[in-house]
């Protein structure tokens, strides 16, 4: 499909072992995400791709892509914090893995008036699906809102936000296509209502626990408070983050008593979705 010898490898990229991927489902959600907060720099000799993730509500998150960055391309990332800025920079310098992506369909530089879904996703439910969650899992965001009857902060609502009036048009006849119903306007789209949500949950999910938290809080209480913090909704949940195998993230479920479970008293499920690099794994502790 693709003419990948044309793509040049440095001797950087050869000494390091690096590799082009074949067109895959790892690879559209890889798009979506650097579609919601990935920039690629290609001048002169500087040739880096780079996503920027929230320091404290993504740090689950950023293992996964990481991982999945690995899975795609052969090479771990660079994960640099910035305090200030509140960030996480996950970036890769290769000119081979550089031009790839702008072969597929990536822009060059600032991505304002610039994004387009590229054929090969557009042209694929499957790919469609795991390109949107990549895309909201980056750029978007799940909330409850008091609606109509919903005195609580219960009503669900999806929400895309990016300042490109051509590609939100696209995006919402996308959504459409993909059976879903939404608004928008100039900025963003949105897919309101608990069908609406069931309906992605089902079909496609969210990677991003900062997202997946605040659902699991409405599924259990009916309703989500806002302004929490990821920490925070951990809290409710009663998870933990464990940092031991960043190549499986992990939560335990704790209950009433602090994490001293056997694993002979523990079971392990893990949440749906498609086939991709190290999902959340989550061990619930028997009463």
Known sequence: ?????SIEF????????????E???NLSEFFGIMFGDGTILDKGRIHR?????????????????T????????????????????????????????????????????????????????NSKKYLRVFLRGLVDT??????????TYKLNSYPVIEIKICDKKFI???SSTIKYLGFECNKNDIKVQLNGKQNLEKWQKEIGFKNFNHQSRYLIWEKFKYCIPNTSLKQRMKILKLRWQKGNA??????????????????????TRNSGFKSPPQLSFVRCKK
């Open 169 to 171: 048009g696209q995006l």
């Open 1 to 5: 499909m693709f003419k990948l010898k």
């Open 49 to 65: 791709f780079g996503i920027s993730l929230n320091l404290t509500e993504d740090f689950i998150y950023k293992n996964y892509v």
């Open 23 to 25: 067109i895959s489902e």
């Open 67 to 122: 991982n999945l960055i690995t899975e795609l391309f052969g090479v771990e990332p660079r994960v640099r914090k910035r305090r200030k800025e509140g960030k996480f920079d996950i970036e890769i310098n290769s000119k081979a893995i550089s031009r790839f992506l702008l072969y597929l369909g990536f822009p060059k530089g600032k991505k304002i008036n610039k994004l387009t879904t590229p054929p090969w996703i557009f």
């Open 247 to 268: 190549c499986n993230p992990a939560m335990r479920i704790t209950g009433m008593s602090r994490i001293a479970c056997r694993a002979r008293d523990c079971e392990t």
């Open 139 to 148: 750029d978007g965001s799940l909330f409850f809102a008091k609606r109509g």
């Open 10 to 21: 440095s001797s950087y990229d050869i000494k390091r072992g690096i590799k082009l991927p």
